[in-house]
């Protein structure tokens, strides 16, 4: 594969070392519990007013959001609902017949309690409360916990509250940051301990997430987000320019790429870029221009294959297709988040409203996992049984490549219901 870069990266992703103070905050939380969440909760944030938001709170904060918002929040919440519900119609129960006799199954459960973690911070991250409590409840799950960063002397911002409400966020909690997550996964505050914690965050949060793994699930490791846009020459460079920019405005380490077999089209794209950025406003601008300069690349390859080919190795988050025969490339991709087809769409739909989940693979993740979805939220566990008839079939294999793996117990068990249920019988079982 022979590709050009026309603008390659300057720098490669870098994270500061954030686990030596992620750990160490977590075992502050561990010895101090509530006390120690109260208290970096003051530090950091700067806030001391109660943890959990009462209704009245809750009423008080609906009435401020303007009703048109209110209409955007309820229009995004119907879509993504629809879409969760579509999923979770696809994970069905089973149960067959394996051998006369031998009944196995499995079931769909979903898991008792998730904390749903919504960003803050520089953006009021309305649409995660909407994607990560809507996707919960809809699975099934009974417990729902969401924490978001408090503003000093105002708490929660009054769109997220509504959204977390609306959604079916049955607890919600002035907490940000680790506090926020060991919280939830230790169960303080009277919080049911959660079995899985979900949404995006700043790196202290993904760590926190990091190092809880396993103690209790998590949807993802996320890393800083990204987008790849594939463009031939039918693309609009002024739409293409458009939604590298957008995207590179969530911060200076989020890479966006243009892969195109077209050099007039990169190259117009190129020209475009920095206008567009200059256009924005501040903070945005800063933080658009640092990932452009530092995180972005321009590729030219010399087929639609090639193009696929670097997709599915870099494996985008976000991966928009600007190209003539989309069923050809909806077909032919196989590693990314989320996939938008056409100039019609936009990474930002999907963000915001559209339906399906913005809680996405990133970093390259988009090559083992997808986004969160209803799945996340429930465990697909079997059963079986037999009668005796088939436990016969059973237990000689059973006690023979028990034997072959010298676990001895193992073959007992099978041994001891031949003998109980076939007495007088005999069995070869040993291997060989």
Excluded at 297 to 322: F, K, T
Aim: hydrophobic share 45%; proline share 6%; with cysteine.
């Amino acid at each position: 594969m022979a590709v050009t870069y026309l603008k390659q990266a300057q720098q490669r992703e870098t994270t500061e070392d954030v686990r030596p103070r992620v750990e160490a905050m977590l075992a502050q939380i561990r010895a101090g519990r509530e006390d120690a969440v109260r208290r970096f909760a003051r530090d950091l944030d700067g806030w001391e007013g109660e943890i959990f938001v009462s209704r009245d709170e809750i009423a008080a904060a609906t009435a401020r959001v303007p009703p048109r918002l209110r209409d955007d929040i309820r229009f995004a919440h119907d879509n993504i609902r629809r879409f969760a519900e579509a999923q979770r119609a696809t994970i069905q129960d089973c149960e067959l017949e394996i051998l006369p006799g031998l009944t196995a199954g499995q079931r769909q459960i979903p898991v008792q309690a998730a904390g749903c973690y919504v960003p803050g911070g520089r953006y009021s991250h309305i649409a995660s409360a909407i994607m990560t409590v809507t996707t919960a409840k809809v699975a099934g799950v009974p417990q729902i916990a969401a924490c978001s960063p408090p503003r000093p002397g105002e708490g929660i911002p009054d769109a997220i509250l509504y959204a977390m409400d609306l959604c079916g966020a049955d607890r919600i909690l002035n907490l940000g940051g680790v506090q926020a997550v060991a919280a939830m996964a230790l169960g303080l505050f009277g919080l049911p301990r959660a079995d899985i914690l979900a949404g995006p965050g700043n790196p202290f949060v993904a760590e926190a997430k990091r190092v809880l793994y396993g103690e209790v699930g998590i949807d993802m490791f996320a890393g800083p987000t990204d987008l790849m846009i594939l463009a031939d020459d039918s693309a609009d460079p002024a739409l293409v320019a458009c939604d590298l920019v957008g995207q590179a405005e969530h911060g200076g380490n989020s890479p966006v790429w243009l892969v195109t077999g077209h050099a007039p089209l990169a190259r117009r794209v190129m020209d475009l870029v920095p206008g567009l950025i200059a256009a924005l406003p501040e903070p945005n601008r800063a933080s658009a221009a640092a990932a452009w300069a530092g995180c972005a690349e321009v590729i030219l390859c010399e087929s639609r294959e090639e193009m696929a080919q670097v997709a599915d190795d870099y494996a985008p988050e976000h991966l928009h297709v600007q190209a003539r025969a989309p069923d050809w490339w909806l077909g032919r991709l196989r590693a990314y988040g989320s996939l938008f087809l056409g100039e019609e769409t936009t990474v930002a739909y999907g963000d915001k409203c559209a339906g399906p989940n913005h809680v996405l693979p990133t970093s390259g993740a988009g090559r083992y996992t997808g986004g969160l979805s209803v799945h996340k939220f429930m465990k697909t566990v079997t059963w079986q049984r037999a009668t005796r008839e088939a436990s016969r079939q059973l237990a000689v294999p059973t006690a023979r490549i028990s034997r072959a793996e010298g676990m001895e117990g193992h073959a007992r068990t099978a041994v001891a219901r031949l003998e109980k249920f076939f007495p007088g019988e005999r069995f070869d079982l040993f291997p060989g």
